[in-house]
Structure formats: C-alpha cells, structure tokens
C-alpha cells in the first residue's frame, strides 16, 4: 500500500514545485515508509509544471524495478499508484501476448499498459482496491481513478489555476495556495451519519473522488467525474431463482476465489480476527488455500468484557491451528483522539477507530498484510437494523408507540448488548411512518429533529438521503437497504476506517467479501437467502456450515465498538465539559450550545444515552482547534501500551 500526491499547472510554472512536492509526499510518510519516488515534468509545447509524489509500502515485486513513479517503455505514460490490481497476472499475460514489454513484477505496471491498450476505457478491466494518478505526456491529459467500492481514499482541488491531488487531505493542506475553509453544507451529513461522503469532504474546495468513478484533467479543464461500474439490483419479484444447493456451492467457490486472489505477496500476511462469521470464514479458507503458518490477530480491553470478543477469536484460532496472538490494551481516549483525527484529517464519528488502530498497530509488529471479513454484513445482510427493518414492515404505528414508552421505563445499563438500549433504537423511529424513514433513523446519530435543534444551517441531509435511495426504488426492501448501505455506510464509514487505522501503521489490508464478481453475484440473489427469520446472512453461514464451528456459524452480530456511554459518564465527560461548555468553545459559532449543554446533562443523569453524540460532536470540536495549528503540525505519539501480548500458538507449528 502507498501513497499518492500531485499537481498539475497548465498556465506556467510552480516555481516552488519541488519544495511542494516533497512536503506533500513527506505527509503521506506512514502509508509508505519502505520509499519514496517523483516524478517533475512539463507539458508538451507550453510552460507548465507537472509533479508526481508517491510513497512506498513494498508488497509485491520488493525490487527497484517497481519503484514508482513507474513508467511505459518509451516514458511516455507515468503512474503513481495506491492499492493492489488483483487481476495483474491474468491482464499481464494478455498485455504482453499484444506486445507490451514488463520490466518489472509489479502489479503497478499493468496499469500503464492497460491504458496504452485500452485507452480512457481501461479502468473497467482493472478488478482490485486503488487509487492512482496517470500522466500521459503524449496528450497533455492527468488520468484519476478510485475502486468500485472505495478501499483506497484519493482527494483533490481545483482553484482554476492549479489541480492537486493526494491520498489523504493533510497533503493537499500543505500547498501554499490551499486555504482552510469549513464547509458549513456539510455538517448535516456529518453528524447524521459520522461521516461525510464523497464527493464532498468538511473543506470548501477539495472533493474527494468517488468510488467506481474516472476524472480527467486535460488542457485546464475538468472532464467527469463519471462512473465505471455501479452495483445493480434486479426489481422486486424478478432476482435470480436457483437451488439453494446451487446457491451455496457458487458462494463458496467465489469466496475461496476471492481469499486466493488475496494471498498473493512477498512480505508477511496474517488475519485480523475478531472471532465473528466473516472473518472466522476468512481464515478458515485460508487453512484450506494454505499449507503454511498463518498468524491471526486479536485484541481486548481492559475492564471493557461486554465488548471483548477475544473468547471467539481464541476458538476459530485453536480450531484452525493458527499461530494467534491476543493484546490486551488500557485504553486512555483522549490521549488517542488527537492521533486519530489527524490521520482521518476531518471529524469521524465512529468510535471503532480506536481498536482497529490499536489492532493494527500491534499485527504490524509481526506482518506487512492483513486480511480482514470487512464487506461481510454489507454484501450479505449481517446488520441487525435490516433485520428488524424486515420485522417491523407490518407492525402497527401504535404499538411501536407502545413500544417506545414501556422500553422508557426500563432501567439502563452501558453494556454491548444493553436491552434498554437496542430497543430505544429500535422505537425511536415510531412517528415517521414508513420502514425506510424508520431505518433512516436508526442509522442517524442525530435524527431530523435533534439536527433542526442542533444546526442553526448545514443543508437537509433528508434530501441527499431520498436521492440515494431511489437510486434502487424497484427492487425489494432488504436490497434497497443493503443498496443504500453500499453506497454510504460503506464507503463513508467502514472502508474509511480501515484504509485510515491500518495506513496509520504502514499495514496493508484486504477485504475478499467485497470482491467484485462476489458482491455481483450476491446482489442478484433473492432477500430471503440473506434474511429469512431471525436469521441474517442466512446463504453464507449455510455455504460455510461445515467448516467452523457451530457457536461462531450461529453467533449474533457483535460490532467493534467502544463504550462511549461509560467513558462519557468518567473522564471522557470531564474532557467534554471543558472543550465544548467552556467559553472557548469553537463549536458555538456553528452549533447551538443549549443543546449541547442539555443532553450532556441528560447523559450524565442517566434519562439518555447520548453516547455517541457527544463522541461526534467531541470529534469536531477537536478538528476545529487542529485547523487552528500549522498545516504541516503532526500530533505527538499516543501512548497506548499493551498491558498483555499473548502469543497463543495452537495447532502444529
């Protein structure tokens, strides 16, 4: 894995283009810290500057000849380059049966010969997870392009003058002519999901590229973005009919492919194991595919059982005779939130960052790759709230009312599975009528309502949300859910997430639930083979029903989350009330801080469990004071320390 950065100036000279470069490309440092290469050039026929950036995570071909920049024969076509082309070998041998020359072992250099091969169009016939930059030389022509289902980040800026690019916004913060600037239509997006998605980011001016989706720069003009591929499901009544049987084998065999294709490379490989389906069937396809070690990860919390899935991870490992190593960490927050925000660059509402960053940094003491069961619930309906979507379909509007009030009168506890919980998520949704705006809901940090009293301006998130939603009106409602969540949570959350945490460290990782001719195949499929009763991804655990053991093919969904309601109750509340009630508050001058004020009150008494608000809101108070500091401020080392490393080494090694 790497990182990507860049600008292009057709009308003159950068005339500290080089000074740029290397400031931009030092940013990207920890996302390849095995080397760094540029590329400083002209167009052809006028004064212009031309700047490539690229920092080096060695995964595939460990030698100078892969080195990038990275070139055509005649140095007519230069690529920098973020990702892994899973498809290089079988593309490879096509490009040289039609003459094209590799000199190296790369899965980078396909890229350049695809597009000598296939024009504007080769994109299409990439399959992988990327981010990358081409410069045709011949034509004058800067060539961006991101993954069908956005595992790798790439941003970019236009001021009408100079066109930037890089794999992460801090970089393009360091150009000079970049200003920081809020962008106040983003917020309603922020704190209703967490996130904010592409194209836009939380900065006027710089967009992030979206997935599935080509932009070409070419003679100062902007062509695109436009989209390459985009995930379709058939209507309602009309998905494919086959035998379950039928069924079960083709997921099983696109599952193995998906794993195989992922096991290529030439440094360390592991697995980040949490013990749940996903990646459980990650590792044991794993033992299938290989006759060699393969090492597994986990990681726990000190004080934090409800949340520990340590247990299940220790299981699937002693199952499949993995060498498994458990950390166990005391996790101080505030300590860490400082670190995470400058690695996302913009705030991030989901508190999962923080295992997965520790997770990630102690599996990259012993492995360079990791495989991970991201992708899993996304493609296959693992999420709770599609199931109760499907359950209350028919549910009267009064007794979800009822529901509501008797749920009030249960006492709370800040456990994973907390009842009292669950079931306010659950009814909150009980006056909006139709399943979709209640699904809507759950999914909301801050509802409609708590936006209008939260936000004085910020746009109407509902809108953005409807327009996505149509986008697959006519097909059932569990794929219109699973549709939308595709093209959201997705992107905007999980794959963020993980490119962020792991990247922090220099680890790369690799999702095969979110293979493409996998997640095709699973979309044409009827619902009721992803939901049918209480059971959620029902086709997959019967495809994988033989290889792992019972308790883990019947495990209920466990999120990596973090229990935010207890920290808001302890330290984390006092770090609240000084940044957020005091009169430094930067927040105040975009949200209402009498809100603010009431439900942290209403948190600390124990009415609400306003826990992951006050994780969002916390999260972009800190980002306001970070835009207060120098673009090329790094924060000091969080210290999180292990208080355990356990290597439980099972099976024969």
């Known amino acids: 894995m790497c990182g990507i950065c860049g600008f292009v100036r057709f009308n003159g000279v950068v005339t500290d283009g080089s000074e740029t470069l290397h400031r931009m490309t030092a940013a990207l440092g920890h996302r390849g810290p095995d080397d760094s290469g540029y590329y400083v050039g002209g167009c052809y026929g006028r004064p212009a500057s031309v700047l490539l950036g690229h920092t080096r995570l060695k995964v595939i071909d460990l030698t100078e000849a892969a080195s990038q920049p990275l070139a055509n024969e005649d140095e007519t076509v230069f690529v920098v380059f973020n990702g892994e082309i899973y498809n290089f070998s079988d593309l490879r041998r096509r490009l040289a049966a039609d003459g094209h020359r590799f000199r190296s072992a790369s899965d980078t250099e396909v890229i350049v010969h695809a597009y000598e091969q296939f024009g504007d169009d080769f994109v299409r016939h990439l399959d992988g997870m990327f981010a990358f930059a081409l410069w045709d030389t011949r034509r004058n022509a800067l060539v961006l392009a991101r993954d069908r289902t956005g595992k790798k980040p ?84 009309r998905e494919e009919s086959r035998p379950i049987d039928a069924v079960k084998s083709e997921i099983r065999e696109l599952v193995v492919s998906a794993v195989h294709r992922r096991l290529i490379s030439d440094v360390p490989l592991g697995v980040l194991l949490s013990g749940g389906l996903d990646s459980s069937i990650v590792v044991g396809v794993m033992r299938k595919l290989s006759g060699s070690d393969i090492r597994t990860f986990s990681i726990g919390f000190e004080g934090e059982t409800s949340f520990d899935e340590r247990p299940y991870a220790a299981r699937v490992a002693k199952h499949f005779g993995t060498r498994h190593t458990e950390f166990v960490v005391k996790i101080e927050p505030v300590e860490l939130m400082e670190k995470l925000l400058w690695h996302y660059d913009q705030p991030y509402g989901d508190s999962a960052a923080i295992p997965t960053y520790l997770v990630s940094k102690m599996a990259r003491q012993f492995v360079t790759v990791a495989l991970n069961g991201d992708g899993g619930d996304e493609v296959f309906g693992g999420y709770e709230r599609f199931r109760a979507a499907l359950f209350c379909a028919n549910i009267p509007a009064f007794v979800m009312k009822a529901g509501a009030y008797f749920t009030g009168l249960m006492p709370r506890n800040y456990g994973y599975y907390s009842p009292k919980r669950r079931l306010e998520r659950f009814f909150s949704g009980s006056n909006n009528g139709t399943v979709m705006s209640r699904y809507l809901d759950w999914i909301s940090i801050f509802n409609g309502d708590m936006l209008r009293e939260l936000i004085s301006r910020g746009g109407d998130i509902y809108d953005l949300m409807e327009r996505r939603l149509k986008l697959s009106e006519n097909a059932s409602l569990l794929n219109r859910m699973l549709h939308f969540n595709f093209i959201t949570y997705l992107p905007g959350d999980l794959n963020t997430k993980m490119d962020r945490m792991s990247m922090a460290h220099g680890l790369e990782t690799r999702s095969p639930f979110l293979d493409t001719g996998l997640i095709e195949y699973v979309a044409r499929i009827g619902p009721r083979l992803k939901i049918k009763g209480g059971c959620t991804k029902r086709i997959l655990r019967l495809a994988f029903k033989d290889m792992l053991p019972a308790g883990i093919i019947k495990r209920k969904k466990h999120g990596f989350g973090m229990p935010l309601g207890l920290w808001f109750k302890d330290g984390l509340g006092d770090c609240f009330s000084q940044l957020l009630l005091s009169d430094a508050c930067r927040a105040k001058q975009f949200l209402n801080p009498d809100y603010i004020g009431r439900i942290f009150r209403e948190h600390q008494q124990g009415s609400h469990d306003h826990g992951y608000r006050l994780w969002t809101l916390l999260q972009f108070e800190m980002w306001l004071r970070m835009l207060e500091k120098p673009p090329t401020w790094r924060p000091g080392e969080a210290i999180e320390r292990p208080t355990e490393k356990r290597l439980v080494q099972t099976g024969k090694l």
């Not at 801090?170 to 194209?199: H, L, N, Q």
């Not at 980011?201 to 100062?220: D, K, W």
């Open 154 to 237: 790439l941003y970019y800026s236009f001021n009408g003058d100079v066109f930037v690019f890089a794999s992460e916004i801090k970089a393009i913060m360091v150009c000079p002519w970049i200003e920081r600037r809020v962008s106040v239509d983003t917020f309603a997006e922020y704190f209703t999901f967490g996130y904010v998605g592409a194209p836009r980011t939380m900065y006027e001016g710089i967009s992030q590229l979206a997935p599935a989706s080509c932009l070409v720069f070419e003679n100062n003009t902007i062509r695109g973005p436009d989209t390459y591929w985009r995930l379709d499901f058939p209507p309602e009544g």
